[in-house]
């Protein structure tokens, strides 16, 4: 199976690097899905998006991001985000409790993308 080195990383942590049999990801122009040998290409992530990692181990790894970019070059995809949390870090009942209160503040939107991110990883 063809490969790709990928990493994640936030501005306050490095979320994960390895190999990857694919990464999607939303970004402005819509959501873009990378396989190794994809043209490179530089895009910027959407606020409140979800990122999917697949692992050459099979796993799928979900996280809600705050902005920031995407970078394919030939033999790397570098998902550098403003801010990122893991689908199974995400505390639902607390993200809900932000939507439903929130009333579309930021807090609100963000905890949205949790939430999708959340739906992600069970799929």
């Known amino acids: ?13 490095a979320l994960w690097s390895g190999q990857a049999t694919s ?6 122009e819509g959501e873009i899905g990378v396989l190794p040998g ?8 959407v606020e409140n998006g979800v990122v999917t990692i697949r692992t050459t ?3 799928k790894l979900v996280a809600a991001v705050q902005g920031g970019f995407l970078s394919v070059a030939r033999d790397k995809i570098t998902i550098l985000a403003d801010s990122a949390v893991w689908a ?3 505390d ?3 993200a809900e409790a932000r939507v439903r209160d929130a009333d579309n503040s930021d807090d609100a ?3 949205e993308a949790e939430l999708r991110a959340v739906k992600r990883s069970q799929h």
């Open 1 to 13: 199976m063809a490969e790709i080195a990928a990493q994640l990383v936030a501005v306050e942590r």
């Open 109 to 111: 939107l963000k905890a």
């Open 88 to 90: 199974d870090e995400v």
């Open 23 to 28: 990464v999607t990801a939303q970004t402005t």
């Open 57 to 59: 181990d099979g796993d």
């Open 92 to 94: 639902t009942a607390d």
């Open 38 to 45: 994809h043209e490179p290409l530089l895009g910027q992530l």
